[in-house]
T-cell receptor, first 111, second 115 residues
Framework: GQQVMQIPQYQHVQEGEDFTTYCNSS?????IQWYKQRPGGHPVFLIQ?????EVKKQKRLTFQFGEAKKNSSLHITATQTTDVGTYFC???????????FGDGTTLTVKP | GAGVSQSPRYKVAKRGQDVALRCDPI?????LFWYQQALGQGPEFLTY????????KSGLPSDRFFAERPEGSVSTLKIQRTQQEDSAVYLC?????????????FGPGTRLTVL
């Protein structure tokens, strides 16, 4: 079945440094979503990408969807302590809502 | 309501007991999803409802797991004869439109511990 891999599993950065997490799917995706989960919390939707090569920005966050629609990345510029949490990508290859989540990248930020 | 709510928030069960987990989606949301999240992993899809119709239950791990949404709003996930490997956080999510076309809003989850 469909597999979604995320790297790295953990990332520790100094406040102000940049951060990137990568997501790779074994199959071509209809769309990909990104979520943030704070420690002890639940996933919170960040964004959905649909088009090949799409790039979307939300303040310090930049999301990319690969040309082949099999990979994606999330880049945070100048991290802040409020960015701490686990970032998940979730891919849907059917457009029927059955998304496969990666295992996430856990970001810690040292002030 | 303000968001998706789930109850109970925590459940401890002895192996072999049956449990029922409740999800109250955002009012008016058509789609409802159940996920299972083990420690340190991403949520895994269990099942999906469009209104009262269960359109996909391919993620349910065994026939001990059963979900329903009889009136197209509140949903219940039932696990019969719980086993230790069922210990996880069970997340419910709802979305306004059809699956794959609108944002999923997650509830706080129910943490199930099977002793």
């Amino acid at each position: 079945g469909q597999q979604v891999m995320q790297i790295p599993q953990y990332q520790h950065v100094q406040e102000g440094e940049d951060f990137t997490t990568y997501c790779n799917s074994s199959t071509t995706l209809s769309n990909i979503q990104w979520y943030k989960q704070r420690p002890g919390g639940h996933p919170v939707f960040l964004i959905q990408l649909v088009k090949s090569g799409e790039v979307k920005k939300q303040k310090r966050l930049t999301f990319q969807f690969g040309e082949a629609k099999k990979n994606s990345s999330l880049h945070i510029t100048a991290t802040q302590t409020t960015d701490v949490g686990t970032y998940f990508c979730a891919g849907d290859n059917t457009n029927a809502g059955k998304s496969t989540f990666g295992d996430g990248t856990t970001l810690t930020v040292k002030p | 309501g303000a968001g998706v709510s789930q109850s109970p928030r925590y459940k401890v069960a002895k192996r072999g007991q049956d449990v029922a987990l409740r999800c109250d989606p955002i009012s008016g949301h058509v789609s409802l999803f159940w996920y299972q999240q083990a420690l340190g992993q991403g949520p895994e899809f269990l099942t999906y409802f469009q209104n009262e119709a269960q359109l996909d239950k391919s993620g349910l791990p065994s026939d001990r797991f059963f979900a329903e949404r009889p009136e197209g709003s509140v949903s219940t996930l039932k696990i019969q004869r719980t086993q230790q490997e069922d210990s996880a956080v069970y997340l419910c999510a709802s979305s306004l439109g059809l699956a794959g076309h609108s944002t999923q809003y997650f509830g706080p989850g129910t943490r199930l511990t099977v002793l």
